[in-house]
């Protein structure tokens, strides 16, 4: 049954002509970053994200929210990106695939080798004061909160310096955002790896890109409420599945 799924996710991306991906955290669980929301191992299981990832909750106490960060940017530095990466990586190489959005902040796209990825929630490679407005790139979060043991401060005020990623409270990034929203309008096809499609206003991408003609192809092991609007739907792990896809595709 997966066979047949595959090779027609395959046949629609190679008769796609403008085709995106969009990820969610699903992807990168393999390569040992825990997702948010699965029952029983998710983040949100163990943390209230109101006490420890929202903008207010950062400003009253930016100690809980690095206490919070800390492995998990522990997890993001020792992550190496997994064959679902790397396939996709491979098929936008060879031109099957215009872009890679994600909702994910862990760079492992980008490390993988995709060349154009627009982070919908931002990343942690970055951060900002936010007394001056300086910005800081060049991987700053591990080196002063791994290495020292400290959450970051401005080097010009002293101020704190809060990661370039999207915490609740806050609106996604506006270039991000109008990026993905213009290519989902003009994409023609859309392959959905590793998101439940629950987290808004990400998850609308995929519907604009439908109401705009677009084909729409779905890896998840969970169902999705879009499962009923896809015309391929794939409930297999995706490190079989995109491997496969991929495979079929390159003619590998």
């Not at 929210?65 to 492995?71: E, Q």
């Not at 942690?124 to 020292?148: M, P, V």
């Amino acid at each position: 049954m997966s066979e047949d799924l595959f090779q027609q996710a395959a046949v629609l991306i190679k008769s796609s002509r403008r085709a995106v991906v969009f990820t969610g955290a699903g992807i990168s669980t393999p390569s040992g970053i825990p997702d948010f929301r699965s029952p029983n191992s998710g983040l949100w299981e163990r943390y209230d994200p109101f006490e420890v990832a929202s903008l207010s909750a950062f400003r009253q106490h930016p100690e809980k929210f690095y206490a919070w960060i800390s492995p998990l940017a522990a997890a993001a530095k020792a992550a190496q990106p997994n064959l679902a990466h790397t396939c996709l990586a491979e098929m936008e190489k060879a031109g099957k695939f215009e872009a890679v959005i994600t909702q994910n902040i862990d760079c492992l796209h980008q490390k993988a080798g995709s060349s154009k990825v627009i982070e919908l929630h931002g990343s942690a490679r970055t951060a900002t004061c936010q007394a001056c407005g300086k910005h800081y790139e060049n991987d700053w979060l591990f080196e002063d909160l791994l290495e020292k043991g400290i959450y970051p401060r401005c080097a010009d005020c002293g101020g704190i310096l809060k990661p370039d990623v999207v915490l609740f409270e806050e609106m996604l990034p506006v270039d991000a955002w109008s990026e993905a929203q213009r290519m989902c309008e003009s994409t023609d096809l859309v392959l959905v790896v590793g998101s439940s499609l629950e987290v808004y206003p990400a998850n609308s991408l995929p519907e604009i890109a439908l109401r705009h003609g677009a084909k729409l192809i779905i890896n998840t092991i969970t169902n999705t409420h879009m499962d009923r609007l896809a015309d391929v739907v794939i409930h297999t792990d995706l490190i079989q599945a995109v491997p496969q896809i991929c495979r079929l595709v390159l003619g590998k």
